[in-house]
C-alpha cells in the first residue's frame, strides 16, 4: 500500500487524491472523506510550516493600519506619528489625523502632514 502524498503541508489521500483533513487531538488515523482510505496521524507528523507575507501584498489601507503609530501630545496635537513617505520630499514620517467626512458606510479620511517639509495631504479609505 501507498502512503499519503504530501504537498508542503497538505496530506492528499494515496487513493483518489482528496486532501485529507487535519487529525484532531488524539486522533491515530484519518479516514478520507471521499474513498474511506484510512491514513495513520503519523503522516503529518515532522511537518514545519513556515508562512511569510510579502510587505506589499496588502491594499494600501490594509498596510496603513499595520504600521507602527506613536502617539505624541504635545500642545496643538499634530497627530499621529506614522511612517508614511511624502510626496513632496521623500521623507519617511508624517503626522496623521483621521476624520470621517463622507457618509457611515463609508471609508474615513485620513489627512497627513509631513515631519520634515509640513506638506500636508490625504487618502480616502
Not at 487531538?25 to 472523506?33: A, I
Request: hydrophobic share 25%; proline share 5%; net charge negative.
Amino acid at each position: 500500500m501507498v502512503g499519503a502524498h504530501k504537498i508542503g503541508s497538505l496530506v492528499f489521500c494515496p487513493r483518489c487524491g482528496t486532501l485529507l483533513d487535519l487529525p484532531k487531538d488524539g486522533e491515530v488515523d484519518v479516514t478520507c472523506e471521499q474513498c474511506g482510505h484510512v491514513e495513520p496521524a503519523s503522516s503529518y507528523e515532522n511537518t514545519e510550516i513556515t508562512t511569510r507575507s510579502d510587505p506589499d501584498a496588502f491594499p494600501s489601507a490594509l498596510r496603513q493600519k499595520r504600521k507602527t503609530q506613536t502617539k505624541l501630545h504635545e500642545s496643538g496635537d499634530q497627530g499621529t506619528l506614522v511612517n508614511e513617505k511624502c510626496p513632496s520630499c521623500g521623507a519617511l514620517e508624517a503626522y496623521s489625523k483621521e476624520m470621517q467626512l463622507r457618509s457611515a458606510d463609508e471609508g474615513s479620511t485620513i489627512f497627513y502632514t509631513c515631519v520634515a517639509c509640513k506638506h500636508g495631504w490625504r487618502v480616502n479609505n
